[in-house]
């Protein structure tokens, strides 16, 4: 394994029908210490027949070694190389003649922190981008220059007011980045809830999904 791009090769793991024959593909980015498999049990709470779901995998389960709100070069090659499996899946899907506003984005935890940071760094119209317990990545004060426009994706952050790895303060400003990239963002704090998903989130990403 490439010490340099320590992500490249691993598996994808799918569910559902083939992008091509499905409606959306939603990409799935599974948290620290899961696995893709793990995460295809959010395709089965969906239950959206015309969804293809693909979830690849982080080498020794985990996209980057240190919080996401350390300095980022502190997470390289991780995040890099990261970003490259993601950019490599969304050039595939473009190849099969899936066009990037057919392609949603859900992340749990790091998965959700590095799926918000990508999404930032390559705005455009996508289908959409579901955060479960997240935010964008980088210690406090890193400057938010994006480029390019969401042009209205929906965007939905879901996060617990007393979530032990995910500060309050990161889900605000990162909702408040998507709106100046001209997201439609949908912030949900839930009280003391903690790190973990609940059913309205699964509740709201199916409508947005269906809709």
């Known amino acids: 394994m490439p010490t340099s791009d320590p992500h490249a090769d691993q598996p994808i793991v799918s569910e559902g029908p083939a992008p091509t024959a499905a409606r959306l593909t939603l990409v799935l980015v599974h948290g620290r210490g899961a696995a893709a498999a793990n ?12 969804v293809a779901f693909v979830a690849p995998q982080a080498a020794s389960n985990t996209w980057y070694p240190n919080s996401f709100l350390a ?3 502190q997470n ?6 990261a970003f490259g499996v993601l950019s490599r899946l969304v050039e595939s899907l473009r190849e099969q003649g899936v066009d990037p506003s057919r392609i949603a984005f859900l ?11 990508y999404v930032a760094r390559h705005a455009r119209r996508y289908a959409g981008m579901f955060a479960l317990s997240g935010g ?14 969401l042009d209205g994706t929906p965007v939905f952050l879901g996060c617990s007011d007393v979530d032990p790895h995910i ?18 963002v949908d912030e949900r704090i839930y009280a003391g809830m ?7 989130e699964m509740t709201v990403i199916r409508r947005l999904l269906t809709a």
């Open 71 to 73: 300095p980022i070069a």
């Open 167 to 184: 500060p309050l303060e990161r889900v605000h400003e990162s909702a408040d980045v998507f709106r100046r990239l001209g997201a439609a």
């Open 107 to 117: 992340g749990v935890s790091q998965g959700a922190c590095l799926a918000l940071e």
């Open 39 to 50: 995460i295809l049990t959010v395709a089965r709470e969906l239950q959206l027949d015309d």
């Open 194 to 200: 903690g790190h973990i998903v609940n059913a309205d």
């Open 136 to 149: 964008l990545i980088g210690p406090p004060g890193t400057p938010r220059v994006y480029t390019g426009s």
């Open 76 to 81: 390289e090659p991780g995040i890099g190389s």
